[in-house]
């Protein structure tokens, strides 16, 4: 009945399911309190030749959490998600995909933090489509009246991290902003920061707190990836720590909480790292960070 209720939902947003299948997993990979909760985990794929891909996906992944109760780790053209409640080592044994040497991608975010302020649960584990966050939202009720506002359906019982991401997600596919515009909209400025900006910025900004509000303060630090867009940022408080490191390989960047090193920039309060991942045109497994920049 389930399967039947999912494939009517994918043909009436004219997207045709090519494959459905359990996915592998090995439950002995996880703990006790995890086993008891394990996930029974469905691989789908399909195609679609239509411009509003990421729309139609995120409209049928809505309908189908309110009518079946289910929960999608992602639904994308562009970005697979793997979690599980456990350690970074236990991922690996539990998705034996991930030990498939032909299994390749250009760009992997990694979170590996439990909740603090709500019961862990594996809906709860991240990262979620687009974001890994460290840290609360402590304005999050007036946050979810402002996403009701703008026509964001949130599904009930989601912690705050999953109704930023689902509202971050919103502004991405239904409403056209990219990613660094999406981010800006929902962690902006403080006042006197705008007020110190140009005349012209000034006004962008101040249009951007008018438009939806600082209603996602933290502390918080995030980072985001849609489509070939990553972008890592630290809301207006700057409590949660967030380093931007580059290595000696040019393929790699690694964003996260860590001590200061020499080696390591410190993004400060209200401020971006962004880069665009260019794939290698021979490898198709190797990859790098296209104009990553810090901004101010």
Known sequence: MAREVINAHFNQAGLNLLVERPGRVRPEA??????????????IAGHA???????????????????????????????????????????????????DTEYHTAMVLCHA?????????????????LLGHNGEINTIARFRQEAEQIGVRLALGNSDSQDVDRVLHALCVDYGLDLTEAIEMIFPPVPHEVEAMPPALRAVYRRIRHAFGPYAQGPAAVVARFGDTVVASVDALGLRPLWFIETEKESSMILGPAERQADKTGIDPWQFVGGNVARSPNVMHKARFDNASVMP
């Open 30 to 43: 996880l703990g006790r309190h995890a086993r008891d909760n394990a996930p029974v985990f469905w691989q």
């Open 49 to 99: 030749d239509v411009p509003d891909l990421e729309a139609r996906l995120l409209k049928v992944r809505t309908a189908l959490e309110d009518a079946l109760q289910i929960h999608f780790a992602s639904l994308s053209a562009s970005t697979v998600v793997y979690k599980a409640r456990g350690s970074v080592e236990m991922l690996t044994q539990f998705y034996p995909d991930l030990q």
């Open 113 to 129: 933090r439990y909740s603090t302020n709500t019961v862990s649960s594996f809906e709860r584990v991240q990262p979620f489509s």
